[in-house]
């Protein structure tokens, strides 16, 4: 069914902007030191988790500043919904990371099933450390695992559906350059 964009273009405009362009982009400077500091002599393998890892790592990477490899992965559970269900694969990592340390790069850790299960299959396959990095840590008591948390985190954020900075409504508005709350949700 074709989207309703009076109904796209009203959320954006009804949203709550929870974090600016400014001040994401101060966040994502000082998660590139941390892991700049930690993890200059791993030679990662490191995996953007499209789609809504895009903007992130795009934004992340050029601050790297040591040798990694990147690739990309496509696991989804949301399917531009505003709940989540089962861990559908779209793209598993085609790049081979046996014995090599692994760094996954993702919009947000909501209940963290998406991150739980992308780090479990990068370390049965052979990954020798996994490490992960969010932008956004949403804060809530619904964790896949009571003990889940990413290695880097940018920001942390309120129980509510964000969008932008790569994260969707209903499949849009990844494109919007900050992070909002929906309306009502
Ligand atoms: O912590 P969780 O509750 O598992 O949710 C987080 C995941 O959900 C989103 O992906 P989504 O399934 O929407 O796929 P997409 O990035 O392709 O939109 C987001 O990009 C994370 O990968
Ligand atoms: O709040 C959210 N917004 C967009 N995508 C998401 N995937 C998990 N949680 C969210």
């Known amino acids: ?70 690739s990309y992965l496509h696991a989804t559970r949301y399917r531009n919904e505003t709940t989540g269900g089962e861990l559908f694969w779209k793209a598993k990592p085609e790049i081979s990371f046996m014995d090599r340390d692994v760094l996954i790069i993702d919009d947000i850790l909501d209940e963290g099933h998406t991150l739980a299960a992308i780090s479990d299959f990068c370390k049965h396959a052979g990954a020798r450390q996994v490490h992960t990095v969010v932008l956004i840590d949403k804060t809530h008591d619904r964790k896949a695992r009571p003990d889940l948390k990413a290695d880097y985190v940018g920001l942390p954020c309120v129980d509510r559906y964000i969008f932008g900075y790569g994260m969707d409504y209903k499949g849009y508005w990844r494109n919007a350059p900050g992070i909002y709350a929906v309306k009502g949700l």
């Not at 074709?2 to 974090?19: K, N, S, T, W």
């Not at 700049?36 to 992340?60: D, H, S, T, W, Y």
Request: net charge negative.
């Open 1 to 70: 069914m074709p989207a309703d964009l009076a109904h796209i273009r009203q959320v954006m405009a009804e949203a709550d902007c929870l974090y600016t362009n400014e001040q994401l982009e101060a966040a994502i400077h000082q998660v590139a030191q941390s892991i700049n500091a930690e993890l200059a002599e791993r030679n990662p393998v490191v995996f953007c988790v499209m789609n809504g890892g895009l903007i992130f790592a795009g934004k992340l990477l050029p601050q790297l500043d040591f040798p990694l490899e990147l």
